[in-house]
């Protein structure tokens, strides 16, 4: 029995993590940053380095007894450059934005200029939005998807840095739908003399496998979270060169962080091995073809698809031309009411607000670690045509409902003894 521990001293806790670990097994995570990590991930981010004190880099602490620590940050570390081909990796950011918080740190200063895209039109709070740190301590303008034809013009792009001058352009987005062209953002930063941040949260995973262009090489510095489509333990990595280690190093710690979550660095080390193995490359090929498959089918229903497609593990529905008169909230929770859960999204060129959009967002990564192939995507898809066409018929949510129940123990999270079953 999981969590048998908890119970005996906190029943009230382990209802919960037993709640939680039970609505995984029996819904479909169709959140596009969301995955299902190994078992083996998660025993070693729940292992005793939790306890422990690491401040420092490997070989190089400000305390005793990190002889392990050191072993798996170095592991952690090489198996990275091995994943993504990076001269020098940090594997101590605590989360994706703490990543992107050590690149600004180590190389603008406050008032320094930030050109990133637009959180409406898919990019990320940690790009310069004003709630965020960035947008309080950097000078931030924002380019934005082109509303015609759901991509990014790099032309524009160029121009726009031509004219604001800024330290910085970021790239590598949430919720856009295409492969990003890290070159051409590459010669806008060129042509103002910026720094290139690519941040591949979403994408870890399809870059490591190649089957997305990789920012390492081009970009100054690449960013991204560890447990998206990468499948490792919960944290952020930070990528670049030899000549920006020291102070990109220097910014992590003791710059914006005290110690690192060396728990979560072994689960990272774990994810990146089984990454390194040649099923992983089948795995993320898979999570391409199942939202091409999704997204061709929800299209074939009259759903409008913004950019009208996928290149990625995502597709963002622009429900304004099918269904004008239901917003984003309404899908998101009719959705959820028959065991799919995905987010409710902002859309290039958005009329409604950013708490009751026009959008949905959908990926395939957590199905596809349960094993779904395209022709399982097609009856989800065919299910989200159904519940989103009539969100408030009772008999057609009851019979989503099963359909889904039915696709969860078709697709087992868990095998008989309640381990996590196999992922290839
Ligand atoms: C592009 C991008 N950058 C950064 C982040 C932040 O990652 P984290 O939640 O690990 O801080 C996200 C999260 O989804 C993201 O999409």
């Known amino acids: 029995m999981k969590y048998e521990q908890v119970r005996s001293t906190d029943p009230a806790v382990a209802d919960a993590l037993v709640g939680e670990r039970e609505r995984q097994e029996n819904t479909l995570a169709m959140i596009?940053?969301?995955?299902?990590?190994?078992?083996?991930?998660?025993?070693?981010?729940?292992?005793?380095?939790?306890?422990?004190?690491?401040?420092?880099?490997?070989?190089?602490?400000?305390?005793?007894?990190?002889?392990?620590?050191?072993?798996?940050?170095?592991?952690?570390?090489?198996?990275?450059?091995?994943?993504?081909?990076?001269?020098?990796?940090?594997v101590q950011p605590h989360s994706g934005t703490q990543a992107n918080m050590g690149v600004y740190l180590a190389m603008l200063e406050p008032g320094d200029k930030i050109l990133s895209l637009e959180l409406e039109h898919g990019?990320?709070?940690?790009?310069?939005?004003?709630?965020?740190?960035?947008?309080?301590?950097?000078?931030?303008?924002?380019?934005e998807i082109d509303p015609e034809t759901g991509y990014i013009d790099y032309d524009d792009l160029?121009?726009?840095?031509?004219?604001?001058?800024?330290?910085?352009i970021v790239s590598g987005y949430s919720a856009y739908p295409r492969e990003v062209d890290f070159e051409r953002v590459q010669e806008a930063a060129d042509a103002t003399d910026a720094y290139h941040l690519a941040d591949?949260?979403?994408?870890?995973?399809?870059?490591?496998?190649?089957?997305?262009?990789?920012?390492?090489?081009?970009?100054?510095?690449?960013?991204?979270?560890?447990?998206?489509?990468?499948?490792?333990?919960?944290?952020?990595?930070?990528?670049?060169?030899?000549?920006?280690?020291d102070a990109i190093d220097a910014a992590v710690f003791p710059g914006a962080q005290g110690g690192p979550l060396m728990h979560n660095i072994a689960g990272k080390a774990v994810g990146f091995g089984e990454a390194l193995s040649p099923d992983f490359k089948k795995y993320a090929q898979q999570i391409l073809d199942n939202a091409v498959a999704l997204g061709d089918r929800l299209q074939e229903h009259g759903f409008s698809l913004v950019s009208g497609g996928t290149d990625t593990h995502l597709v963002l529905i622009d429900l304004r031309d099918s269904h004008p008169d239901t917003s984003g909230t309404v899908a998101e929770e009719a959705l959820e009411e028959?065991?799919?859960?995905?987010?409710?999204?902002?859309?290039?060129?958005?009329?409604?607000?950013?708490?009751?959009?026009?959008?949905?967002?959908?990926?395939?990564?957590?199905?596809t670690t349960r094993g779904f192939d395209e022709a399982a995507c097609e009856q989800v898809?065919?299910?989200?045509?159904?519940?989103?066409?009539?969100?408030?018929?009772?008999?057609?949510?009851?019979?989503a409902a099963s359909e889904v129940d039915e696709l969860c123990t078709e697709y087992p999270l868990y095998d008989r003894e309640g381990s996590l079953v196999d992922f290839e």
């Open 32 to 90: 596009a940053s969301e995955n299902h990590v190994s078992e083996a991930v998660l025993e070693a981010q729940s292992s005793e380095l939790t306890n422990k004190y690491a401040e420092g880099y490997p070989y190089e602490r400000y305390y005793a007894g990190c002889e392990y620590a050191d072993e798996i940050e170095s592991l952690a570390i090489e198996r990275a450059k091995e994943l993504w081909g990076a001269e020098h990796v940090n």
């Open 123 to 143: 990019g990320h709070l940690s790009h310069g939005h004003p709630a965020n740190f960035t947008g309080k301590t950097y000078k931030v303008e924002q380019y």
């Open 158 to 168: 160029r121009e726009q840095a031509e004219a604001f001058d800024p330290d910085i």
């Open 200 to 245: 591949i949260a979403h994408i870890t995973g399809l870059v490591a496998a190649g089957v997305h262009e990789s920012p390492v090489g081009i970009a100054d510095f690449v960013t991204g979270s560890t447990h998206k489509t990468i499948r490792a333990g919960r944290g952020g990595i930070i990528m670049c060169d030899e000549a920006y280690a």
């Open 338 to 367: 028959v065991g799919i859960v995905l987010n409710k999204n902002t859309v290039p060129g958005e009329t409604r607000s950013p708490f009751n959009p026009s959008g949905i967002r959908a990926g395939t990564p957590a199905l």
């Open 381 to 399: 898809a065919d299910i989200i045509y159904r519940v989103v066409d009539n969100p408030d018929d009772e008999d057609i949510k009851a019979e």
